[in-house]
């Protein structure tokens, strides 16, 4: 086959829409000319062999656009192929599907992925490495459009506070009504007339031929309880009816306030907040059992709030007695005893009475009402964020902060990835990394580089040296194979148990201290470098990097420690067949190839 004909252009074509639609792909469009070649070859065949719509293959030809494009933008050589062992190949791949950052572009690497599974299926390529890559299970979730982080400490402070305070007005006023509702037969009247369907202007006549009525309002009325309540009056007849409906019912900004609280109090979705009713809820000397439903995950689940916490008068089960007294009268002149969330509506300039409508009301408002300011977006479930956050700080354990409403999945797809639990998941491991970095300058092998016969003819050297340095020079070739360095105490390594002779050799040698090397191993240092070197040829990176990372880098350092003349000695010894290293069986079986 010609060049010409190698490069020529792919097509596949197919219906769509009661016409014939075609797709092409150039494969001299771009600079790795025999990959994106390759994997039109490919695509052509998947889409025959599947019998794929000509939709679909257009999202395959598009994938390969991206795919080339990228590799040709890491210098991709114009004959790269997926059927010879090619390193940078598979590391281009890896970094492409690292760079994706959409739904799409995830969609993108797993359907490259498919194409070449296909060559690996039919036994057409000698690349190891890259056919374990495309085998491997990738899951790739979809990004929101706008990720959810939790709220920060001092909007939660400034939420609570304004919270707070609106519920206590809300239950002093409410207290003041429904004394003046058991004591006034006038003002029962007034509110079973308003309730009838009596419109604000009849209610406003009422009231205005009951002088002593007025003065008992108006004194329940004081403006320090008065709340948010009298700013949402739509007019003078409207703006008395409201003011007399919030005697006996909260207004729906205020039943809110409530609710923040609880959500900020126990971490529920909340939907479950919402969904509570009074029969829900058993309260005992011990604390609270919640009854709730989590409608996502279709699951009954039955809360327990215990502790000296939840007895408090504003822990979680403090906040729904608080809610339930606040709404007593407004269930009973209603009669309904399970509602939980009642409050007072005005509906075309009528009283109404009746379960708050989360429709109307959202955190925006309620921030607005009560002058709080909030980054965006603002969201609800930025709270249930927040408190798993704080839980997962206090646990620091994703069991512990998950809790009882979700698995520790759902914790680490959507709530680990919030601001304080990636602080707190950094430190982490910076501590970790400061104690393991430490451990390694501590754990070092002590370096010689001189050969042994000349520490051994000097005198002025130390007599562990010399005894050491001895030792080596009098080896064999077969006894020098066996490891990398000399070893100062075998039977008191830090991997065995002390008095037990060490087996951890060639590898473990180069981060013990009891390690110590001459110029003499150089040559098995080197073969060891080129030993790691080809696992690199044969791993999926990341299995590469967490087997021989480590010691890639411990070697190296060490490595750097010699002159290139003494390397180029040592490599000449190596070629000509006069050095080995002998690697234990557990280190030269790959599992993973």
Same mark, same amino acid.
């Given at each position: ?13 197919? *219906? ?21 070649? +390759? ?16 939709? $679909? /293959? ?7 656009? #991206? ?27 890896? +970094?492409?599907? @690292?760079?994706? @950052? ?10 490259? /992925?498919?194409?070449?599974? %296909? ?15 495309? $085998? ?31 519920? /206590? ?12 509702? %058991? ?12 309730? !009838?369907? =009596? ?61 923040? #609280? ?7 979705? *909340? +939907? ?29 689940? %039955?809360?327990?709030?215990?502790? *000296? ?57 309620? =921030? ?7 980054? #965006? ?14 839980? =997962? ?36 491991? /910076? ?6 970095? &430490? ?19 000097? &005198?002025? $050297? &130390? ?59 150089? *040559? ?9 070197? =080809? %696992? ?29 003349? +003494?390397?180029?000695? !040592? ?23």
């Amino acid at each position: 086959m010609t060049n010409r004909e190698k490069y020529s252009k792919r097509s596949v074509s197919g *219906p769509i829409r009661g016409r014939v639609a075609t797709h092409f792909l150039y494969p001299r469009d771009f600079e790795c000319a025999n990959l994106a070649a +390759e994997l039109g070859d490919l695509w052509t065949d998947h889409v025959k062999a599947n019998g794929a719509t000509i939709s $679909t /293959a257009g999202g395959y030809r598009a994938a390969i656009v #991206l795919f080339c494009r990228f590799a040709d933008t890491r210098g991709a050589p114009r004959k790269a192929s997926i059927y010879r062992p090619d390193d940078d190949l598979v590391f281009t791949l890896y +970094e492409w599907r @690292s760079s994706l @950052s959409t739904a799409g572009q995830n969609k993108a690497y797993s359907q490259v /992925a498919a194409l070449i599974r %296909r060559a690996v299926l039919t036994n057409r390529t000698a690349n190891a490495s890259l056919a374990a890559m495309v $085998t491997s299970a990738f899951s790739a979730s979809r990004p929101e459009d706008t990720p959810l982080d939790e709220f920060s400490n001092a909007e939660r402070i400034q939420q609570m506070r304004a919270a707070t305070s609106d519920a /206590a007005i809300t239950e002093m006023r409410i207290q003041d009504g429904q004394m003046l509702f %058991r004591n006034s037969a006038s003002f029962r009247s007034l509110i079973r007339t308003a309730l !009838a369907g =009596a419109g604000a202007e009849e209610v406003k006549r009422q009231l205005r031929a009951d002088r002593d009525l007025i003065r008992a309002i108006v004194s329940a009325l004081s403006a320090s309880q008065l709340g948010v309540v009298g700013r949402d009056f739509e007019g003078p007849a409207s703006r008395g009816l409201r003011a007399i409906a919030s005697l006996v019912a909260p207004s729906e900004t205020e039943m809110m306030s409530f609710q923040l #609280l609880l959500m900020w109090s126990t971490g529920i979705a *909340p +939907e479950q907040v919402r969904d509570a009713r009074v029969g829900d809820l058993v309260f005992s000397d011990g604390g609270l059992d919640w009854t709730t439903f989590k409608a996502r995950s279709h699951v009954l689940m %039955r809360l327990n709030f215990t502790g *000296p916490a939840s007895q408090e008068t504003w822990g979680t089960a403090g906040l729904f007695k608080r809610a339930i007294a606040v709404t007593t009268l407004a269930r009973s002149l209603v009669d309904d005893d399970q509602t939980l969330w009642m409050v007072h509506k005005l509906t075309n300039g009528k009283l109404v009475i009746n379960q708050q409508n989360f429709q109307k009301i959202n955190l925006g408002d309620w =921030a607005l009402a009560h002058g709080v300011q909030l980054s #965006l977006p603002i969201d609800l479930r930025r709270i249930r964020k927040a408190v798993k956050a704080v839980r =997962a700080g206090i646990s620091g354990s994703a069991k512990a902060a998950a809790g009882t409403d979700h698995k520790e999945t759902t914790f680490n797809r959507y709530y680990l990835p919030v601001t304080s639990v990636i602080s707190t998941s950094a430190r982490t491991i /910076a501590r970790a990394q400061e104690r393991v970095f &430490e451990q390694a300058l501590a754990s070092t092998p002590t370096l010689i580089v001189r050969s042994a016969n000349s520490v051994l003819c000097d &005198e002025s $050297t &130390e007599v562990r040296a010399r005894q050491l340095a001895a030792l080596v020079a009098d080896e064999t070739p077969a006894e020098r194979a066996l490891g990398v360095s000399a070893c100062a105490d075998p039977t008191n390594g830090p991997n065995t148990t002390a008095g037990e002779l060490c087996m951890e050799r060639p590898f473990a040698c180069l981060t013990c201290p009891n390690a110590v090397i001459f110029t003499d191993h150089l *040559p098995q240092l080197l073969l060891m470098s080129d030993h790691i070197e =080809a %696992r690199r040829q044969d791993l999926y990176p990341p299995r590469f990097i967490e087997q021989w990372g480590e010691r890639r880098e411990s070697l190296k350092a060490v490595l750097e420690q010699f002159s290139s003349s +003494e390397k180029d000695v !040592a490599r000449g010894a190596v070629k000509s067949d006069s050095e080995h290293l002998h690697l234990p069986l557990a280190w030269r079986a790959e599992l993973d190839r």
